[in-house]
């Protein structure tokens, strides 16, 4: 039986931020999972949550934890992407200013995402939210 976590996370949180998906990775630690799995799951579910506390207005970073696969689904309820395919190009941000000089908003979290996770599907509309569903497998 596969083993599920669920974080909500607040929006403009940058104290927390990242905790939902360092507990992730904690968990994953204990179950023995190999480094190489754990690094691709800690960037994309930190990615996944920074995207979150950034873009949106709330939202829930969900680990689906089993034996072949981990599964890691990310849901807001945020403005939404206009045009995900720009949104996918690595260095595009629409995070405002005073995101970028705390550091944040690079343009590299979705491309990451897709990057380090074996499959990767988005689903986002302008005024209804962003769903991110990604999967590495264990193996």
Known sequence: MPLTM??????GDFVLAGEASSKIKDTLKKLGVKPEILKKVAIVSYE??????????????????????IEIIAEDRGPGIENIELAMMEGYSTAPEEIRNLGFGAGMGLPNMKKYSDYFEIESQKGSGTRVYMVVLNK
């Open 48 to 69: 996944a949550e920074m995207n979150i506390v950034i873009h949106s207005v709330g939202g829930v970073l969900k680990a689906i934890i089993s034996k072949d696969k």
């Open 6 to 11: 669920e974080f909500d996370i607040k929006a």
